[in-house]
Structures are given as structure tokens and as C-alpha cells.
């Protein structure tokens, strides 16, 4: 099993999930996504240099994933995004979430820092919005996403996309046959 490390915020995430979501649909490649609060403040950011570099470097990938990617107003934290991310996997409804959340950000430039917007959002994909906003407001789930943030940065995930393959972190845009390798060997 491979784990997939992304954050919304990041364009070569969006692209490396939507990959990933593709060939565990296609083939049952055995990937897991798991959501990584990357920069880990609750402050909007501006959309730094580094980022729209990389939104020309992963330009040729994101069309071949029919991923759209035009820079958002800022990056926005997205600590209560991956709490919402949370309930969908309960919910089995995680890849939509996923689709959805980086959608919002990279196509319409959404503030998925805002916990209205992230339960329109959660009832668009499927979910019960009590629910979404119930996990919304619970400052201990927060704090769980949080301090699995930091265990992941201890053991090494420091940028996104990430890859864990038995074991051995790797960046986690990768083309498509080197990630059905990957997860052959895993």
C-alpha cells in the first residue's frame, strides 16, 4: 500500500491526487490518500512565487488529469478542510471530497478556511451537513489533524505531495507507470 501525503493548497497535490483517485478506480491501485496540513498556520497567505512556479511546472500533468489550476487569491489554512476530509472517509465519500475541495481552491479560488463554505462544500459531495458542522466545531478533532501533522513531520513528510512506499518517503508527482511500479513492489 502506498500513502499519498497532499495538502489543497498545493497545485502538484491536486494533480497527484487526481492521478491517484484515477488509478484507484481504474486498476484498484493500492494507494491511500491521507490529507497534510502543509504550512500549518491559520492565517490566509499570499500565493508566494514558489507556488505559481510550480503551477507552471505541473501545467502539461494537471490537463492530462483534466485537473483546471489558475492561482488562487491567496492559500488559505486547511486544518478544518482535512477535518472535513475525516468524515467523508467515514462517509466513504473521500475521493469526491477530495475532487471537490481542490476544485473549489484551484478553479474558483473558494476560502475553504471558512467553515460555511467547507459545509456547502461537505453537502455538495453527499455528506449530512449537521454532521460536517459538528466536526467543524470540535476543537479536539482539530487538534487530533494537527498533531497528526506533526507526527508526519517528525517521521520525515515535510513538503506535498509525498509519497510513502515501504517505508521510503518520495515526492509524490510521479508519472503514472512509475507509481503503478511503486505499487507493485509495496
Request: proline residues 6%; glycine residues 6%; without cysteine.
Amino acid at each position: 500500500m502506498l500513502t499519498l501525503f497532499h495538502d489543497y493548497t498545493s497545485p502538484a497535490s491536486a494533480v497527484a491526487v487526481a492521478r491517484a483517485h484515477r488509478l484507484i478506480a481504474a486498476e484498484g491501485l493500492p494507494i491511500e490518500t491521507v490529507g497534510f496540513e502543509a504550512v500549518g498556520v491559520d492565517l490566509r497567505l499570499p500565493v508566494p512565487e514558489q507556488t505559481h512556479a510550480e503551477l507552471a511546472e505541473v501545467a502539461e500533468d494537471a490537463e492530462a488529469e483534466g485537473v483546471t489550476l489558475r492561482p488562487p487569491p491567496w492559500l488559505a489554512p486547511t486544518a478544518l478542510a482535512h477535518v472535513v476530509a475525516e468524515v467523508a472517509a467515514q462517509a466513504e465519500r473521500l475521493h469526491a471530497w477530495d475532487a471537490a475541495l481542490y476544485r473549489a481552491v484551484w478553479s474558483h479560488g473558494a476560502a475553504i478556511d471558512e467553515p460555511a463554505v467547507l459545509a456547502d462544500l461537505a453537502e455538495a459531495v453527499g455528506l449530512d451537513r449537521t454532521t460536517t458542522e459538528q466536526a467543524l466545531d470540535d476543537r479536539v478533532r482539530l487538534a487530533a489533524v494537527r498533531r497528526r501533522a506533526g507526527e508526519h513531520r517528525r517521521e520525515g513528510v515535510g513538503g506535498v505531495p509525498t509519497l510513502l512506499a515501504q517505508r521510503t518517503l518520495v515526492p509524490g508527482l510521479l508519472a503514472e507507470e512509475d507509481l503503478r511500479g511503486l505499487a507493485e513492489l509495496g
